[in-house]
C-alpha cells in the first residue's frame, strides 16, 4: 500500500466519523484521543531513550547544516511547530468559560494543558534531539530503529490521536454550515445535506493530503496562521479589553506595557513562522512529486 492509499482509508473513516451530530457526541473519541496522546509521547520518549543509548554518540552530530539563511529559516519554520504544540491547550481553554467562575477554570484547564504538552511534546522533542542529533527525522519514530513492536504501537497511537483531533477541529466548519441548513429543512434533508457538504468537505481535504504530503511544513503554516494569535497575541488584547487593571497607575502602565509586548512579539514571531514555512513548502515543491509516496 502506499502513502496515498492510506490517505484515502484515513479520509474514508473521518467521513464516517463525521456524521455524528455534534462535538458533544464525540466524548468518547475524545477521551479515546486524549488516552492515546499520553500513549504516543509515553512509548516513543522511552524508545528513543532506548536506542539514543544504543547509538554511538561520537557519531551524533547537533550542529545544523545548510549556508546561514537556510538554518535562519529553519529556525523561522520551527517556531510555527512549536506554536502549533499549544493548540491543544485551546479546547479546554474555551470549555473552561462555560461554566463559573470564567477566570478561575480557564486558569486551571490552561496550566494542565501546557504541563501535559511540556511533559509530553516538549519532553519527546529534547530526548529525539538528544538521541540522534540534527539528523533526526521530522516524524521521530521515523529515526527509531528497535524495538518493532513498541514503534508499531506507537504509530497505532498516533493514527488513534490524530482521528480525534481532526475531528475536533472540524466540527466549527460543520457547525457553520449546520446553523444556515437546520432552520430551512426537515431532520431527514438536513441529514442529507450534512452528508452532501461533509463528503465535498472531506473529499477536498484528503485530495489536497494524497497530493501534497508534506505534513511537517503545513503545521508550521497552521502554528504561525492560526495558532500563534489565538494562543498568544488575542488574549493578551482581550486581557487589556475586559481584564481588570491594577488601580496603582503605575502598575496599570505596567501591565499594559507587559501586554502590548507580548503582542508584538508574538505577532513578529507569527509572520517569520509563516516566512519559514512557506519557504520550506516551496522547496519541498521542487523535491517532491505531486502524489509522492514517501
Not at 473513516?13 to 473519541?29: A, K, M, T
Not at 470549555?95 to 477554570?105: D, F, K
Request: charge should be positive; charged fraction near 15%; hydrophobic fraction near 50%.
Amino acid at each position: 500500500m502506499t502513502l496515498q492509499h492510506l490517505i484515502l482509508l484515513f479520509g474514508a473513516f473521518e467521513l464516517f466519523l463525521s456524521q455524528l451530530p455534534d462535538i458533544h457526541s464525540l466524548r468518547w473519541v475524545n477521551a479515546t484521543c486524549t488516552a492515546s496522546t499520553i500513549g504516543f509521547a509515553g512509548t516513543a520518549i522511552g524508545v528513543t531513550i532506548y536506542d539514543g543509548y544504543r547509538v554511538d554518540r561520537n557519531d551524533v552530530g547537533y550542529s545544523l547544516q545548510g549556508s546561514t539563511g537556510t538554518k535562519v529559516f529553519r529556525g523561522f519554520n520551527a517556531l510555527g511547530t512549536i506554536a502549533f504544540s499549544f493548540g491543544d491547550a485551546m479546547l479546554p481553554e474555551i470549555q473552561s468559560t462555560v461554566r463559573e467562575p470564567a477566570t478561575t477554570n480557564m486558569y486551571k484547564g490552561v496550566s494542565t494543558a501546557y504541563t501535559l504538552i511540556v511533559e509530553s511534546y516538549w519532553t519527546l522533542a529534547f530526548s529525539g534531539y538528544w538521541a540522534f542529533g540534527s539528523e533526526v527525522q521530522p516524524y521521530i519514530l521515523s529515526s527509531l530503529t528497535v524495538p518493532r513492536w513498541a514503534i508499531v504501537m506507537a504509530n497505532i497511537f498516533a493514527v488513534i490521536q490524530i482521528t480525534g483531533c481532526f475531528q475536533i477541529y472540524c466540527r466549527p466548519t460543520y457547525a457553520h454550515f449546520e446553523e444556515r441548513i437546520q432552520a430551512k429543512n426537515t431532520a431527514y434533508r438536513a441529514w442529507l445535506w450534512r452528508l452532501m457538504y461533509t463528503s465535498a468537505y472531506m473529499a477536498t481535504i484528503t485530495l489536497v493530503a494524497a497530493a501534497m504530503p508534506f505534513f511537517g511544513d503545513f503545521v508550521s503554516v497552521c502554528g504561525a496562521v492560526g495558532f500563534t494569535p489565538l494562543d498568544f497575541v488575542l488574549p493578551a488584547l482581550a486581557f487589556l479589553k475586559a481584564g481588570k487593571l491594577p488601580k496603582n497607575l503605575g502598575l496599570r502602565r505596567t501591565v499594559k506595557a507587559l501586554c502590548c509586548s507580548g503582542a508584538v512579539l508574538f505577532s513578529v514571531i507569527g509572520v517569520l513562522a509563516c516566512t519559514g514555512a512557506i519557504r520550506a513548502i516551496a522547496l519541498d515543491v521542487k523535491t517532491y512529486k505531486f502524489f509522492h509516496d514517501m
